[in-house]
């Protein structure tokens, strides 16, 4: 289990589950079950004393996000963000395999089709059968990856340290005991301490005998239903066989070999890009906001901004346009920066008049 776990922060937590949404599935709750009875601070530290590596297991996504409706038809723009998006929201069903640090395979199965991430080793495939492409990266030797310099924290360190970094800003609590996929869990339940977000919550449910997060759900304001939820509905911790890591395209596949950017130079920076961006955070917290200078978006905005596809997904706002879903807002102003965050427009205007 990484260790980097200990680095959630509320400002960063919602966008990470919202970009792995593929992955989201109401968590397949039984009963209650009869757990013996934890603190938050024990079950933190049974997250970070977890050393699953292997596992292979099936999830079932479904998710609501307030997204508007974005056709798959005309405009190439759309089309290719309408693809983006449809993974982001729908049903779908995902088999997860991990065999070690370096051999995983994650299958979105379609009705039709099926999209499949493959890590073996130093190779990274992405094959989707709907159109028969493939991509192939070369991944760099983590061997010659410099050493993290980052403290080799204790399970109750870790523990310590990550309730120290959120309780400014959130309630850590304890919900009822829960089964997930056949298997006792508890039931983390993390609490923005601002009403000034979208997120009212995020629950996560914790396996009693691994430690491993089995299930995420992300609950918006004043809503009934969890936005998104992420949970295994069937999970062995079994090493997966060594035959599913082995791929080759299709030869009738097209494919595209891909280089990964170089990062010399950057070791002692964690995001180099962003911060030689200009890109700031504004606050702290749920309600942080993301800011992005204008000369920072370079064309893209203005290929954005040209396209049908904007004022679509975009609404007229005092200072510019946005778009707001349950979990997150984002402002274009009329002067070219960009602002994001988990809060509502009224607080991205409030930043941008700063």
């Not at 130093?122 to 010659?144: E, F, I, K, Q, V």
């Not at 510019?320 to 988990?342: E, F, N, Q």
């Amino acid at each position: 289990m990484s260790r980097t776990w200990v680095k959630w922060m509320p400002a960063v937590a919602v966008p990470a589950v919202i970009a792995v949404g593929v992955l989201a599935v109401p968590l397949q709750a039984g009963a209650a079950t009869d757990l013996p009875e934890k603190t938050p601070r024990e079950v933190l530290e049974l997250v970070a004393g977890s050393d699953v590596d292997t596992f292979s297991g099936t999830l079932e996504q479904s998710s609501d996000l307030g997204l508007p409706e974005i056709p798959s038809t005309g405009d190439a723009q759309a089309g290719e963000f309408a693809d983006a998006l449809e993974l982001l929201t729908g049903d779908h069903t995902v088999r997860v395999y991990r065999n070690g640090a370096d051999q995983s395979r994650v299958q979105v199965q379609d009705t039709m089709s099926e999209r499949n991430l493959i890590q073996n080793g130093s190779d990274l495939w992405l094959y989707d059968s709907a159109d028969n492409t493939a991509t192939h990266l070369t991944l760099p030797d983590a061997a010659g990856a410099p050493t993290s310099p980052e403290k080799a924290y204790t399970p109750g360190e870790l523990a310590d340290t990550f309730l120290a970094e959120v309780t400014p800003t959130t309630i850590v609590s304890l919900g009822e005991n829960t089964e997930v996929a056949g298997r006792g869990a508890y039931e983390l339940v993390l609490t923005p301490n601002t009403t000034d977000t979208l997120v009212d919550s995020v629950t996560i449910a914790v396996d009693a005998e691994s430690g491993l997060p089995l299930g995420v759900q992300v609950t918006a304001q004043d809503a009934a239903e969890p936005a998104i939820s992420v949970a295994f509905t069937s999970l062995s911790l079994d090493a997966p066989s060594a035959d599913l890591f082995a791929f080759t395209p299709p030869a009738s596949a097209t494919v595209t070999e891909e280089t990964l950017p170089d990062t010399t130079g950057h070791a002692d920076k964690t995001r180099p890009d962003v911060e030689s961006s200009g890109v700031t955070v504004v606050g702290t917290g749920w309600d942080a906001v993301v800011l992005m200078p204008a000369d920072a978006s370079g064309a893209g905005l203005a290929e954005l901004t040209a396209s049908p596809l904007y004022s679509q997904l975009t609404e007229a706002v005092d200072g510019g346009r946005a778009v707001s879903t349950a979990l997150m807002s984002v402002l274009v102003t009329d002067d070219g920066r960009v602002l994001a965050g988990s809060v509502p427009v009224e607080r991205l205007q409030a930043v941008a008049a700063e």
